[in-house]
Nanobody, 124 residues
Framework: QVQLVESGGGLVQAGGSLRLSCAAS????????MGWFRQAPGKEREFVAA????????YYADSVKGRFTISRDNAKNTMYLQMINLKPEDTATYYC?????????????????WGQGTQVTVSS
C-alpha cells in the first residue's frame, strides 16, 4: 500500500502561482509512475501531468503545457507540481496518483493509489 498526501493548495488570483506537493509513505515511489489529476465540480476527473520513474519523461495535458511543471524527488519520496500563470479554469481539487503502468499510459483507470486531494481556487 502507498499512502499519498497532497499539500500546497489554496486561493490565488489569476496569474498567480502555487506549488503542490505529494508526500508518499508505505512504499517507495521509485517503482511507480506518478501523476496529477484534477476534478472540478460537476466534471469528470481529468489528467493533468505525469512523470516517469526516473524523471526522464514528463507528459502534460494540453491545457496546462507551458504553465505547469511536474517533478519528483525519489530520495524524499515526494512529487511536486509547480503551477504558474494560473487561470480561473484551473480551479479544481487536485489529486496525486501512483501508477504501476508507464507514465505515458497513465489514466484514471490505470492509477493504483490516489491521494485525498487538495483544493486549488483561482479567482478572476
Amino acid at each position: 500500500q502507498v499512502q499519498l498526501v497532497e499539500s500546497g493548495g489554496g486561493l490565488v488570483q489569476a496569474g498567480g502561482s502555487l506549488r503542490l506537493s505529494c508526500a508518499a509513505s508505505g512504499r517507495t515511489i521509485n517503482n511507480y509512475a506518478m501523476g496529477w489529476f484534477r476534478q472540478a465540480p460537476g466534471k469528470e476527473r481529468e489528467f493533468v501531468a505525469a512523470i516517469s520513474r526516473s524523471s526522464s519523461n514528463t507528459y502534460y495535458a494540453d491545457s496546462v503545457k507551458g504553465r505547469f511543471t511536474i517533478s519528483r524527488d525519489n530520495a524524499k519520496n515526494t512529487m511536486y507540481l509547480q503551477m504558474i500563470n494560473l487561470k480561473p479554469e484551473d480551479t479544481a481539487t487536485y489529486y496525486c496518483a501512483a501508477d504501476h503502468s508507464t507514465a505515458v499510459a497513465m489514466g484514471v483507470m490505470t492509477v493504483d493509489y490516489w491521494g485525498q486531494g487538495t483544493q486549488v481556487t483561482v479567482s478572476s
